[in-house]
């Protein structure tokens, strides 16, 4: 992936506070099949020095529309880009899928800055 | 701002508990597209020797219709003056924003005394 | 307030459980605009020797009926009430109030037997 | 008002199919206090030749947002302005005003070509 | 009872549109036991030429706070009040009491101007 | 069945209106297996000349708490039951019976006077 | 299939009143793929002489649990099967299937006495 | 497009019943911004001849993953197509759109063969 | 009481898991009025060398469907009693009454062997 | 049992994080009555070196379909099996049964490595 993700510096660096973003509009493909997958993706973050950019964050989603990858996978390299990107004190992803052959899955992964 | 909130002697000061103010009806406006953004504000402090007055808080909240400002900032903000003006031992902030862009945000922010 | 709560012994005094009573019919009067208030109201405990009455609990909430008072104040003094009349080991009163210019409360007050 | 809400071609004007634009976030000021009104603004309709555009009704409800007006007039008004605009062969104006007072009210109003 | 709502003229005399106002805090008292009641009282109507006030409406509904009346008979005069006030084409009463003895009763009458 | 239920005078016999009381509290007992029943029992009636006093309704239900009966039988007899006392212009018996055996049952039966 | 279900004599057979029958457990087997299916199936029926035993009803449902049978097939033939052994004045079947490849189905057949 | 979507015999072609089929994934694209739209997509129909093959109405939705059409072209596509496909005695479309801008719209086409 | 709950081996004594059973038809009588009482009773526990044999806790409640006794003597009657038959590791009882007066009611009592 | 569950390598062995599949279309046999049992049955697990493949997580939960087995093996046997297979970090199985004779239960069992 080649994520361009903006930031902005945080307005409060002092201060240790949550934002939460809500995606419930992910939708990638299935590796295998090729079928689309649909997600709740949920960022979780304390910033540091940056926050991210919700409209470039839209945008990063979207690289994954036509992109083949399994839960787990996506789940942890999302963490990885954004923690590269946005270098939070905390962040955590969870990705939640619907029904696929009668079954749902959640995964949630998460970083703290040590 | 130049936010006038009234304050009342908390009538029972030597008692930690907790007051929650809800505000399903928060309006500010986006700072880039000046369109208007949503969110329920919610304000959770356990006072010291004041509390807050809730027509002023009312008031304090509508300064904000035609403001343009960031969720970030502006959730910090609040929690800045508020807690300014009512000096409680703790307090917090959340602010549930309503979906732009096929995603919506949360932010919280929350202040002890030290 | 003359409150006539009536106690019954606690039928096992030597283990620690919890009594909740929920009343979702509290109303009151606001002291500044003589509107009614409406809430419910909540009262939670772990009994020492004695629990409270739940017929005469309903009477000594029907007493606020048409009495001012402020939210704060009105949660504490039930509180201050209940724990001198029952003589729990701890008791916690929550109050939920509904929307007043667009915004609601909620107030949660907690005594603990040192 | 002077609102200047596009439309375009009914792509199938000869089949009576009904279009619903739902609006949540809906705000206006009471006339008397000047105080903000909010509602969940519902605009059905069964186009004839032309349909509305989304994006142009958006920023017509937008002109709302600092002027006061009661909630009867209103839901007329917009009833009055769309009809005239696009034409309908019918169209339903659902206004659900959040509460004031201890009260909510819904206002709905529906036109028939004749 | 001695009910002084006011009415303000029908903006739009000409189209039967409907008008609802619902009160989830009414109270009364019983009659025959002096407890207090609770209902959600809903106020449906086609007005004619006149529509009801809505902040008189909450006064007049508030005169039945310490008021000893049935639910059959506090809905068949309320909407017998309200008819004769703003002379509706069409009105609508429904309460909707909370639970008493382990049950719950609605009460709906209807008018329709001959 | 010896049922005692009160009737008191329409207040408004003129008018056609619904009452409707609901009971989640039914219960009887399953003629074959002896085992508790439970169910919801509503009641919808447009009095003609009396209508159901409420506790004596109450009273009324609280004699099938041991009886031996089966679902449809129980449902009509109440309808009939009840229309032989308070002679309404119509009526609706409804019970919604909790599962068993991984099933759960609706009976509903009406009587429109002729 | 071999269904053996019970009826017995419909208790009140002058009245047409409605009998539902509510099973949310039903599965079968999908006759392509061998997987298992499941579906919420309902039974609304209004009796003439007879009535349909509950417990002969849940082991006619139990007989499709390995029985490989598409929706719409097994919805009418539940329905001819019914209506053959109680012959109702009319009857309803609804299964309502879980989703399979992100889709979910409805089917509703009904049978009305000429 | 070019849908290629499979049919089965109806084999209860003698009665008239209700076929609903649920899709909450799909998804198109915006034919201005280029950015994808989600919608509950949900077909109605009462077969004639034929029924629609679950697995290729599956790929037909697919099929409009990432090609830009309006709200309203597309629900009357694919009531138009799938009519074509079916020729069913009635069919009903309807699409629920995620909000955009603020609102959501639902758009509701309907065929009845003549 | 003279109850007569069976017991089985723990399948896995080693383990320290959770069992929940829900039986949301409790019934019992006040002993004051004599009329019924409706709860939610749930038993959670943690077995140590027997679990409770779910037919007989059923009929171990059903004893209590005509037996006059508190809210708060019953929950620790039923924590004694069962705990003296499964000695388990933890074992929590929670009653939640259905509304009386206005009011409903939470009772929960927990042991935890030393 | 002869479980074939494949796994896959963990993507992100270093970090501690959690997946989730639930299944509410769980069916098992009592092993007393012979009648079917359903459930949702819920794994929760962080993955060490290995992670559950869902398809053949799907088949393994089918081949309970028409087994004998109580609620309390059956969770602690899954439990056994998944963790003998993929041998997580921690493990929890969550088994929520539906009602049968008016009560349901859950079972939570849990295994953390040591």
């Known amino acids: 992936m080649n994520p361009e993700i903006e930031t902005f510096p945080n ?13 419930p509009e992910f939708t990638s493909v299935c590796p295998i099949t090729g079928l689309p997958d649909f997600a709740t993706m949920t960022v979780k ?3 540091d020095q940056l926050c ?18 399994f839960y787990e996978d996506i789940t942890n390299l999302i963490l990885d880009e954004l923690v590269a990107i946005c270098k939070p004190l905390e962040m955590e992803i969870i990705s939640e899928w619907s029904f696929r052959g009668g079954m749902r899955s959640i995964i949630e992964a998460k970083y703290i800055k040590e």
Do not use: V
Not at 52 to 69: A, D, M, P, T, V
């Open 52 to 69: 991210l950019e919700l409209k470039s964050l839209k945008y990063y989603f979207l690289q994954f529309r036509n992109k083949g990858i």
């Open 45 to 47: 973050y304390i910033p």
């Open 11 to 23: 307005p409060k660096p002092g201060r240790k506070y949550l934002i939460t973003h809500i995606n």
